[in-house]
């Protein structure tokens, strides 16, 4: 009896181990080789191929083409070919419309408001205060999105500081009234209101037409994109700046990333970080750049007066910053309790319990 009992346990100790083994072969199994050898195509939407960012993203392809051995292919598209105006990029994304491509906060903000908080013009007094807020919060801005949206934040773009491009001089609030201004984002268009405008969300590779055709009297653009796309053919005066680099990801959709493997994943974030601080080393020349290259075709800059200053300022406070926290849920949401946690002590403007904005 003794004989027959101890090869049968240990013929089942021998399956239950095999079965678990097996388990393990399977999930390993499941999981892309570091070493398989597959070629893995994409399609890269950039806002527009005319921008000093696309060509960046264009050297990253390049770049991660030649590390992977061809392993990765990066196949630059741009919105205007693929028919997209911005504000839906998020969720083509999301469903895999989108392979991977420019996400910007502005676009999207309508949708998803919490990520809007780097992106509130007119809230920055420089460039370089704008870029602290952005690193206070970007890792919260990377789990949010790939936690709601399913995208993978592989790293950012950075365009120049924001222009009004006009077809009048604007030299006092006055000249601001009625003003049919051209905008890329809800904060943006709040801004414009403020200062007696009216705000109109156009596709950026519409708004030249839209110039030159007088449904606009004004655009809002960054300087070296504005001159990218003639402008200073439909317009004469390059007004401000808003000093603001707006931060885009460059994001994929989760399960097009899930699928690389993850040496692959890993050369692609390490040329993709690259690309990010030559970018960072870029951007403040692009500023000056786009200025200089708009008054040599005929243009002339007009900084913002102390008068439009004050008005922006008061913007800020009376629409910019209450409408965003209303968007985003509110005193006491997640969003709302980030930007007066890490946002407010760098801006010196904080949301009230009522919803109202203070500076402090």
């Known amino acids: 009896m003794r004989k027959l009992l101890f090869p049968g346990l240990l013929l089942i100790l021998i399956l239950v181990l095999a079965a678990c083994g097996g388990d393990d072969d399977a999930d390993v199994a499941s999981?892309?080789?570091?070493?398989?050898?597959?070629?893995?195509?994409?399609?890269?939407a950039c806002i527009n191929r005319t921008l000093k960012p696309c060509e960046l993203i264009m050297e990253l392809?390049?770049?991660?083409?030649?590390?992977?051995?061809?392993?990765?292919?990066?196949?630059?598209?741009?919105?205007?070919?693929?028919?997209?105006?911005?504000?839906?990029?998020l969720r083509l994304l999301q469903d895999g419309t989108l392979d991977f491509g420019e996400i910007y906060g502005g676009y999207v903000g309508g949708d998803f408001p919490a990520i809007e908080m780097a992106e509130l013009l007119g809230l920055f007094e420089s460039s370089a205060m704008q870029e602290e807020v952005f690193r206070a919060i970007r890792e919260d801005e990377i789990r949010m999105i790939r936690d709601q949206f399913?995208?993978?934040?592989?790293?950012?773009?950075?365009?120049?500081?924001?222009?009004?491009?006009?077809?009048?001089?604007?030299?006092?609030?006055?000249?601001?009234?009625?003003?049919?201004?051209?905008?890329?984002?809800?904060?943006?268009?709040?801004?414009?209101?403020?200062?007696?405008?009216?705000?109109?969300?156009?596709?950026?590779?519409?708004v030249y037409t839209a110039l030159e055709r007088g449904i606009l009297d004004a655009g809002v653009t960054g300087s070296t994109p504005a001159y990218g796309q003639k402008w200073y053919e439909v317009s004469k005066y390059i007004v401000g700046p808003l000093t603001s680099h707006p931060h885009v990801m460059v994001a994929m959709n989760q399960a097009r990333w899930d699928a690389l493997p993850?040496?692959?994943?890993?050369?692609?974030?390490?040329?993709?970080?690259?690309?990010?601080?030559?970018?960072?080393?870029?951007?403040?020349?692009?500023?000056?750049?786009?200025?200089?290259?708009?008054?040599?075709?005929?243009?002339?800059?007009?900084?913002?007066t102390p008068e439009l200053k004050e008005a922006i300022a008061a913007a800020v406070l009376d629409r910019i910053v209450p409408n965003w926290a209303k968007r985003a849920g509110g005193y006491g949401s997640e969003a709302v309790d980030l930007y007066n946690d890490k946002v407010a002590p760098i801006v010196g403007v904080r949301v009230l319990p009522d919803g109202s904005a203070e500076r402090y």
């Open 31 to 44: 999981q892309p080789s570091a070493d398989d050898g597959k070629v893995y195509s994409f399609q890269f």
């Open 150 to 206: 399913g995208a993978e934040v592989i790293s950012y773009i950075y365009y120049p500081d924001q222009f009004i491009f006009s077809k009048t001089p604007i030299r006092t609030l006055e000249d601001f009234k009625g003003l049919k201004v051209r905008t890329h984002s809800t904060a943006l268009g709040d801004l414009v209101a403020g200062l007696g405008g009216e705000g109109q969300f156009i596709a950026f590779s519409e």
């Open 61 to 89: 392809a390049a770049n991660v083409e030649a590390r992977t051995n061809g392993q990765i292919e990066i196949q630059i598209s741009s919105f205007p070919e693929l028919g997209l105006a911005g504000p839906d990029t």
């Open 262 to 304: 993850t040496n692959l994943q890993q050369i692609l974030k390490e040329e993709a970080a690259k690309i990010e601080a030559k970018n960072l080393e870029l951007v403040n020349g692009w500023d000056q750049e786009g200025v200089d290259l708009g008054v040599a075709e005929g243009m002339e800059h007009i900084p913002f």
